[in-house]
């Protein structure tokens, strides 16, 4: 079973940052959030992740809050092409990822 | 970037008959790959994980001797699915580590089959 929850979905404005929010409240000390995403019938893809400290890189920044009970994706600049389903996971040293069902993101014109 | 590479991307079959997929690193070696299953609007579930040079870990509820995975060299993982039926049918994607950082999954674009 997923270890995180996600709101089913989020709607964004064009050219609006997305705050994609996600509840991990169980994650313990050796695991790391990930976050990737799957647009329409593609295969997932890896945008960041991070253990406590906030993250950024090209595509994303991630928030982690002190206590690592919740973190935050960041698309600084949300075009048509980020919509998709964003899936936020926890995962310690195996490297199994167990996804959940992840959070539909639309960014509208 | 790490690229991971499917072929074929889709394939139509009849009931009865047996498919392989390919799963390829291009630029990397890997070790470890692993497949998922996706039902239409439904998430990923792991189906095994497959191991170069051993035999693949199933997923409790798949069946080893269904869906046959094959990881002879460092670069290549098989999934074969064996006897297909309609209830087959699904969005099959498969993933390798190594390529971009510890822990980190670089995936296929997927593999559509449909079973007549």
């Known amino acids: 079973d997923a270890k995180t929850t996600q709101p089913p979905s989020m709607d964004c404005a064009e050219g609006r940052a997305a705050n994609l929010p996600c509840n991990h409240s169980?994650?313990?000390?050796?695991?790391?959030v990930y976050w990737y995403r799957q647009i329409h019938s593609q295969g997932p893809q890896y945008i960041i992740h991070?253990?406590?400290n906030n993250e950024t890189n090209e595509m994303a920044s991630l928030i982690i809050t002190e206590d690592r009970k919740s973190s935050t994706l960041i698309l600084p600049h949300a075009t048509l092409r980020d919509t998709a389903v964003y899936y936020c996971i926890s995962q310690g040293g195996s490297e199994k990822l167990v996804f959940g069902k992840g959070m539909k993101l639309t960014v509208n014109p | 970037g790490a690229v991971v590479s499917q072929h074929p991307s889709w394939v139509i079959c009849k009931s009865g008959t047996s498919v392989k997929i390919e799963c390829r690193s291009l630029d990397f070696q890997a070790t470890t790959m692993f497949w998922y299953r996706q039902f239409p609007k439904q998430s990923l579930m792991l189906m095994a994980t497959s191991n170069e040079g051993s035999k693949a870990t199933y997923e409790q509820g798949v069946e080893k001797d269904k869906f046959l995975i094959n990881h002879a060299s460092l670069t290549l993982s098989t999934l074969t699915v064996t006897s297909a039926h309609p209830e087959d049918s699904s969005f099959y994607i498969c993933s390798a580590s190594g390529g971009t950082g510890a822990n980190v999954l670089t995936f296929g674009a997927g593999s559509r089959l449909t079973v007549l």
């Open positions: 169980t994650i313990s000390g050796n695991e790391y």
């Open positions: 991070g253990l406590k």
